[in-house]
């Protein structure tokens, strides 16, 4: 029971990261650093 | 088995379905970039539609001076709390990659006490690489570095360093010694896979030590039947990780010890439900 309240507790918490992120332009800016070649990711930066 | 082998190929596809960029030597830029794959995907990949989790966090705390990470986090919780440590047996493009290496034949080294402590060292890998050192080249010079994806990612310079080099000339032109360190690791980890079972996925992968935190208490999960465990530990005995017990924090969930349980007590099964250990 202790755990399934855990569990509950922190998928209602990744909700609502995501709900104050998306809010906070968090999506568009993921989607503006994926969008361009990482040259660290690719190891030439 | 085959039933997970097939959804590790479906999820690599999926998550890398813009083929055309491999010929092209470019990356996809459409919208779907704004979401992350659970799995160690580098976006950087000619077909990648979607985001890496891990890349995305290390560049998001270029802005924490500003604004938290919190889309990112809320992202790596989710998917931690649903799935746990089963994205890294069943959605990882990486874990499919060792898989397949490691059913070359060869000599294989056994997990051992050794091993379970080094298994920890993945756990020291996200502290440093990606938490300290971006928000330390970041105080220092003001810019962000993703050093984990820059100096320690064999996905970035297998999906994305590799074909990117090979299609577009005007990268090949500017690759360095940071390229030549990056084709020894993934050389290293290559053949490492070949006589250890998931190496990069037992002491290195950060994002596996992410979800491990969330392992016991993640919705999707092996259950195991106390009406009908014996405490033999063929389970553990039989996995090839270095897992002490079901659900714990090496456990991905893959289901392979299914079959050594002669009592038939391991079922996937959704958690909180009656007699489960």
């Known amino acids: 029971m202790k755990r399934k309240i855990i569990s509950y507790t922190l998928l209602t918490l990744a909700v609502l990261l995501i709900i104050v992120g998306i809010v906070q332009n968090g999506y568009l800016d993921t989607m503006q650093r994926a969008t361009v070649i990482c040259l660290e990711c690719i190891g030439i930066g | ?277």
């Not at chain 2, 105080?139 to 074909?163: D, H, R, V």
């Not at chain 2, 092996?222 to 389970?235: D, Q």
Request: aromatic share 10%; with cysteine; hydrophobic share 45%.
């Open chain 2, 1 to 277: 088995m085959v039933k997970r082998r097939i959804i590790q190929f479906a999820s690599a596809l999926l998550y890398n379905i813009n083929l055309v960029g491999f010929a092209r030597g470019t990356i996809y830029t459409g919208r779907t970039k704004g979401l992350c794959v659970p799995g160690l995907n580098c976006h950087s990949c000619p077909g990648a539609i979607a985001a890496c989790p891990l890349g995305s966090f290390q560049t998001a705390l270029g802005d924490i001076r500003t604004k938290l990470p919190l889309y990112i986090m809320g992202i790596l919780v989710l998917f931690g709390v649903l799935l746990g440590r089963a994205i890294c047996a069943f959605l990882c493009p990486f874990g499919l990659v060792q898989d397949l290496l490691n059913k070359i034949p060869s000599p294989k080294l056994r997990k051992s006490k050794v091993t379970r402590w080094l298994s920890l060292s993945k756990y020291a890998i996200l502290i440093i690489f990606v938490i300290f050192l971006p928000l330390y080249f970041m105080w220092i010079n003001g810019i962000s570095e993703p050093a984990f994806c820059k100096y320690l990612c064999p996905m970035g310079t297998l999906q994305a360093g590799i074909p990117l080099v090979l299609a577009n000339e005007s990268l090949r032109a500017i690759t360095g010694v940071l390229f030549q360190w990056r084709l020894i690791w993934l050389g290293i980890i290559i053949i490492a896979s070949v006589f250890v079972f998931r190496p990069f996925c037992r002491f290195l992968c950060p994002l596996g030590a992410i979800y491990s935190l969330f392992n016991k208490y993640a919705l999707f999960g092996i259950k195991v039947n106390e009406e009908h465990c014996t405490g033999c530990h063929a389970c553990t005995r039989s996995c090839k990780l270095d897992a002490q017990k079901i659900n714990d924090r090496e456990c991905i969930r893959c289901g392979d010890c299914r079959p050594a349980c002669k009592h038939k007590a391991i079922v996937y099964r959704k958690k909180g439900s009656k007699n489960e250990k």
